[in-house]
T-cell receptor, first 115, second 116 residues
């Protein structure tokens, strides 16, 4: 069975601190996809990144970076120099390889950034 | 570009009343469509997904149903709402290329349902 675990329920930081959100996944598929979504207070899920299981290169996008390690089944997300606007719930998700496959979500991590 | 709409944005309904939530996608053809529910401000649960008109797969047995009367329209319904149906309902879409890899799912703005 597929499963995503986000062990951190809530994280509070002060602006400009770096913060890492952990994500551990379980799957028996050899080809799969990992995602991160952001859910601001408005509720809409905003897509951040998609990674396939054959691409272990770390990715950086501005203040955001992602570390994918198949050896530990982890796909962690780091925000550098956090800002108040980063306050949101962040979800890690996993899907199989075929079109029409559903996303398996973790329970989310609530990040609060204070000024 | 593709956009996804959901309405209503918020809904307050009494227990036992019917429900109809609508989701439409613009700017794409033959999308896969999904209904998720988020209860108590936490994790998302897949309720239904559809890979084509009239094709509905149910993930969780419950008193909800879904229909896809048109290619880009997905409807979530109930004949009699329960208190436990309260939550935030999100519709999502992704590419429907048969045999293709799992494409990114993009989500609508959601409907916040309160059953009293």
């Amino acid at each position: 069975a597929q499963k995503v675990t986000q062990a951190q329920t809530e994280i509070s930081v002060v602006e400009k601190e770096d913060v890492t959100l952990d994500c551990v996944y379980e799957t028996r598929d050899t080809t799969y996809y990992l995602f991160w979504y952001k859910q601001p207070p408005s509720g809409e899920l905003v897509f951040l990144i998609r990674r396939n299981s054959f691409d272990e290169q770390n990715e950086i996008s501005g203040r955001y970076s992602w570390n994918f390690q198949k050896s530990t089944s982890s796909f962690n997300f780091t925000i550098t120099a956090s800002q108040v606007v980063d306050s949101a719930v962040y979800f890690c998700a996993l899907s199989g390889n075929q079109a029409g496959t559903a996303l398996i979500f973790g329970k989310g991590t609530t990040l609060s950034v204070s000024s | 570009s593709q956009t996804i709409h959901q309405w209503p944005a918020t809904l307050v309904q009494p227990v036992g009343s019917p429900l109809s939530l609508e989701c439409t996608v613009e700017g794409t053809s033959n999308p896969n469509l999904y209904w998720y529910r988020q209860a108590a401000g936490r994790g998302l649960q897949l309720l239904f997904y559809s890979v084509g008109i009239g094709q509905i797969s149910s993930e969780v047995p419950q008193n909800l149903s879904a229909s896809r009367p048109q290619d880009r329209q997905f409807i979530l319904s109930s004949k009699k709402l329960l208190l436990s149906d309260s939550g935030f309902y999100l519709c999502a879409w992704n590419s429907g290329l048969a045999g293709g890899p799992a494409d990114t799912q993009y989500f609508g703005p959601g409907t916040r349902l309160t059953v009293l």
